[in-house]
């Protein structure tokens, strides 16, 4: 199985947390992130499945799930596996260069490709989104791509990152960036953020790995596990429709 990947130089970019209304500008070293998100065909021989559509990504595909290919994809190549798990949990271990999905930083950076707007490009020639009027994801790579050579960052599917959502709100659920291809204009953009269960399968959900490994310990490319469990914690009343950790 062959993992195409684009060589991302070290940069800044700039985070949003709408709901804490808060801003922070991130480092980050180089790394490599795929060219396209996962395909069908990519999944199916990890799992051993013929794939329906070998050249679209593939979508119904948990967090959890997500996380496990990267780990597979890493033994099937001869690279150590990024991750741990105990039951649930999962661990990222920064120091491994094995297939990763990407932190929220480094999504957004490899997706703005040194663009300061919502797009890399005119829309409706980088995106699939609803101005398309498609029903399902198409093959990948039918749009232009990112000065990065990165193509479908934006539209078509939308994809996981490692990252936790909001922790104090959502508990577990885990980020995925990018808009889909029934979104509208302005839901794609790189600086929008989603987030699910990491057992959910959304049919417009997918991802593309990651590779790099840092000198560190639970920190790295703009996620700490530090920051994780301060950002959950709520000392006030827990509004309606909250899922905060531990309640």
């Known amino acids: 199985m062959e993992i195409e990947l684009a060589a991302i130089a070290a940069g800044t970019v700039t985070l949003h947390d709408a709901r804490r209304k808060a801003h922070r500008t991130v ?4 790394f490599e992130i795929g060219v396209y998100a996962v395909t069908e065909e990519q999944l ?3 799992l051993g499945i013929a794939a329906e559509h070998p050249r679209r990504p593939a979508v119904e595909v948990s967090w959890q799930r997500a996380v496990a290919f990267c780990n597979a994809a890493s033994e099937w190549d001869g690279l150590d596996p990024a991750y741990t798990f105990d039951g649930e949990d999962v661990t990222w271990h920064v120091d491994s260069d094995g297939y990763r999905l990407p932190t929220e930083a480094e999504w957004e950076l490899a997706c703005r490709a ?5 797009h890399y490009g005119p829309l409706p020639e980088v995106a699939w989104t609803e101005l398309d009027g498609v029903s399902h994801p198409q093959n990948v790579g039918g ?3 990112n000065l ?3 193509f479908d960052m934006l539209g078509n599917v939308w994809e996981w990152c490692w990252d936790l959502l909001d922790p104090a ?3 577990d659920y885990r980020v995925f960036r990018g808009g889909g291809y029934a979104d509208a204009e302005w839901s794609v953009r790189a600086s929008t953020r989603r987030g699910g269960p990491p057992r959910s399968h959304p049919d417009d959900v997918g991802f593309r790995v990651a590779r790099g490994g840092f000198a560190a310990v639970a920190s790295a490319q ?3 596990a530090r920051a994780d469990e301060e950002r ?6 827990v509004p309606l429709g909250w899922t905060p950790l531990g309640r």
């Open 44 to 46: 199916g021989e990890m």
């Open 148 to 150: 990065n050579g990165t």
């Open 27 to 30: 480092t980050l070293e180089p």
């Open 169 to 171: 709100r959502y508990a």
């Open 114 to 118: 040194g663009s300061a707007g919502p």
């Open 232 to 237: 959950a914690l709520w000392d006030g009343p």
């Open 222 to 224: 703009g996620w700490s």
């Open 143 to 145: 749009k232009l791509p």
